[in-house]
């Protein structure tokens, strides 16, 4: 179990102003919705940067980003689908070095734990020149109750090829918190905060808990790395979606983040939330209901 360390030195007075606004790109998925909602109960000005947002902002769509930068002060950096995939670092790169050209100061950037290919997206964003933090996340809790793998628990099984390979899920709202503290208070500049639960599971552990807390029949079944690829691409996935699929339940989930790390305690000078109570909370709202 990591120590609770006390955070006194980075966790400081918050910093709005009335002429400050924060982007937050993914603004409408598991972390960024999380992040605009604490800004907007801090009363702090936000922008959601979304296709839907007003002005719209795509990654895939150059022509999006100043719009949506007017104004902008500090921005939350999720890229989309994730940045391992091909082409992300000069992309980020880009997009960080416009931010700065237009007036931001602060960078918050949501990377993968045990991922090389997006450590180069992280060093992009630092070499940006704003003041940078990066928050490497482990595998989402909420990933087993928005979209992701959520038709799977209801269907009743969960197929995936991570074997007995165990992960320490991060509650998608540590990720958020530990965001908007380095977004909105000093003392987060250049820190790389490695966010993880309290406690490894595997795959297998954390379908049990679910299926308890559920009160349903759920199972877990391993697959092989070239059974997994062929369900999704039956799935109707197209082939790039595919290979990070696979690559990230294989290559990332092979071992190497089977350990804990304080990112939370540091950044906010208190324990991560536990698996088990999101697991509660999740079958209290009625999501894994049949």
């Known amino acids: 179990m990591d120590r609770l360390i006390a955070?006194?030195?980075?966790?400081?007075?918050?910093?709005?102003?009335?002429?400050?606004?924060?982007?937050?790109l993914g603004g409408t998925g598991k972390t960024g919705a999380r992040v605009v909602q604490r800004l907007a109960a801090q009363g702090a000005a936000v922008?959601?940067?979304?296709?839907?947002?007003?002005?719209?902002?795509?990654?895939?769509?150059?022509?999006?980003?100043?719009?949506?930068?007017?104004?902008?002060?500090?921005?939350?950096?999720?890229?989309?689908?994730?940045?391992?995939v091909p082409g992300a670092a000069d992309t980020v790169g880009a997009f960080a070095d416009l931010a700065v050209e237009t007036g931001v100061r602060r960078l918050v950037v949501l990377s993968g734990r045990g991922e090389?290919?997006?450590?180069?997206?992280?060093?992009?964003v630092m070499d940006a020149g704003a003041d940078w933090t990066v928050v490497r996340a482990s595998f989402f809790a909420q990933n087993f109750s928005e979209h992701f793998l959520l038709d799977a628990v209801l269907g009743g099984e969960l197929a995936l090829p991570c074997g007995e390979v165990a992960e320490p899920f991060i509650d998608a709202g540590d990720i958020a918190d530990v965001a908007v503290a380095a977004l909105t208070q000093d003392g987060h500049a250049g820190?790389?905060?490695?966010v993880t639960g309290p406690r490894l599971l595997t795959f297998a552990d954390?379908?049990?808990?679910?299926?308890?807390?559920?009160?349903?029949?759920?199972?877990?079944?391993?697959?092989?790395?070239?059974?997994?690829?062929?369900?999704?691409?039956?799935?109707?996935?197209?082939?790039?979606?595919?290979?990070?699929m696979t690559y990230l339940f294989t290559d990332v989930l092979d071992g190497r983040n089977a350990h804990l790390s304080?990112?939370?305690?540091?950044?906010?000078g208190r324990?991560?939330?536990?698996?088990a109570e999101y697991?509660?909370?999740?079958a209290a709202s009625g999501v894994w209901d049949a």
């Open 116 to 124: 090389p290919e997006a450590q180069r997206s992280e060093r992009a």
């Open 7 to 24: 955070g006194a030195s980075t966790v400081g007075m918050t910093t709005h102003t009335h002429d400050t606004m924060t982007l937050v």
């Open 47 to 84: 922008r959601v940067g979304s296709r839907s947002g007003q002005p719209p902002f795509d990654w895939y769509d150059r022509s999006t980003w100043a719009p949506a930068l007017g104004g902008v002060t500090a921005a939350y950096v999720c890229y989309y689908p994730d940045l391992a």
């Open 191 to 194: 820190q790389v905060y490695e």
């Open 279 to 282: 697991v509660r909370d999740t």
């Open 262 to 268: 304080d990112g939370v305690q540091r950044a906010l």
């Open 206 to 244: 954390a379908v049990a808990e679910i299926a308890v807390a559920a009160r349903r029949e759920l199972r877990y079944v391993p697959l092989s790395r070239d059974d997994f690829a062929t369900g999704l691409t039956r799935e109707g996935l197209p082939a790039d979606i595919v290979s990070l």
């Open 271 to 275: 324990q991560p939330r536990d698996f």
